[in-house]
């Protein structure tokens, strides 16, 4: 059997999932009372879209020295979206530009 983590969301609210991931993280090294214990060594797969792909890159992200080991943490994924959310889901100008189009109203 395989362990699937699917990771949706849609710009800034990718920062509930992220949440999510924290509170799973946190728990998971509490009952392994291991530290550095990180979500993508208890998944086969991980995959996202839009802001779910960019935690699945954090969340994958190797080591360096040990690239089995992610180098960050559920945490530092959502550290991300909350310093940085803003500068990365403006979608202004776009929302501008398909708005003249009358899409994406």
Do not use: C
């Amino acid at each position: 059997m395989k362990n699937i983590l699917a990771l949706d969301a849609g710009g800034i609210r990718g920062i509930i999932p992220a949440m999510v991931l924290v509170a799973l993280e946190e728990k998971l090294q509490k009952q392994t009372m291991d530290t550095n214990a990180r979500i993508a060594s208890y998944f086969d797969f991980i995959a996202g879209t839009s802001s779910g792909g960019i935690l699945t890159s954090i969340l994958l992200y190797p080591e360096e020295g040990n690239p089995a080991q992610p180098k960050f943490s559920a945490r530092d994924a959502l550290n991300l979206f909350v310093n940085h959310g803003t500068e990365i889901f403006n979608a202004s100008k776009w929302r501008h530009f398909f708005r003249w189009f009358w899409i994406g109203q």
